[in-house]
């Protein structure tokens, strides 16, 4: 166990890391802020407190965030956890990724003092599970899965302008997810405007919510766009899913044919699309769920492949 004593970030490459009480944290992409974010394995840096403090010793008296690191923490020597070590903070979930690094252009420190700790004594993580790290947080090394959570958005123009009193769909989206073991850790209401709808996806698969639910918006109507919204986030599709909801609501009704309902995946959240209706939406949610959860961790890496 650990205790985050720095957070630092820099606007630009090139430029020394300044000194944060507290930061956002985007899975699979970093700090949010941070020049060094991105899609890539380095998308966060770690230091040990001690290793800094040996090194200011030596007259150095370096800063915090001097040798481009983003996240100090006193109680671990970060060059000893091998790589695929995950680390826990809060929500947070790292996965060290590299070891070091090799330094191509010497840093101020090193024109300095003729040494930098860096490239020998820091690690670089990718973020499986984004939120809030602020200072005096606790870290900790941890081999337990990323915990199940879930978003529910409905989809409805008269339910985000207030000119309908209960979202039962959503209601009964939260009641079986709850029963099943998920926490929602939201639920929201947005318009039929594909933007918005896309937004709302866009920030909840940033923070990595394991399974985002949409009901509402898959009909035939002009205004219906919650296909359309999630096919332009998603960076594949699980196309088994909303064909195996669609086979599953024909032997109740023929007009489950004309549901255009998607399913796919952002960074490592799994949106499915369900029905408006609260007895489609029980159906259907209830006939997928128990399988979910397998894809779920295999997406974020807490379980093998189907066929192992």
Known sequence: MGIVKAICISEQRGTAKHFVDAAILHTEYGIVGDAHAGDWHRQVSFLGQAEIDAFNLRGANVE??????????DGFTFKNLPIGTRLKSGDIFFEITQIGKECHSHCAIYQKVGECIMPREGVFARVLHGGEIKIGDELEITAEKIPLDAAVITVSDRGFHGLRDEDTSGDTCEKILTAAGYKVISRSTVPDIT???????????????GLIVTTGGTGFSPRDVTPEATLKV???????????????????????????????IRKRSLIVNLPGSVKAVDECLNFVLPELQHGIEILRGDDLNCGH
């Not at 709808?197 to 919510?209: P, T």
Request: with cysteine.
């Open 234 to 264: 998603c960076t594949k599709l699980a196309l088994g899913i909303a064909e195996a909801m669609r086979n599953f609501s024909m032997q109740v009704t023929k007009r489950a044919m004309l549901s255009r309902a998607v399913s796919g």
């Open 64 to 73: 915090y965030g001097a040798f481009g690191e983003n996240i100090v923490a």
């Open 195 to 209: 933007k918005m709808i896309a937004d709302k996806l866009i920030e909840l698969s940033d923070l990595g919510v």
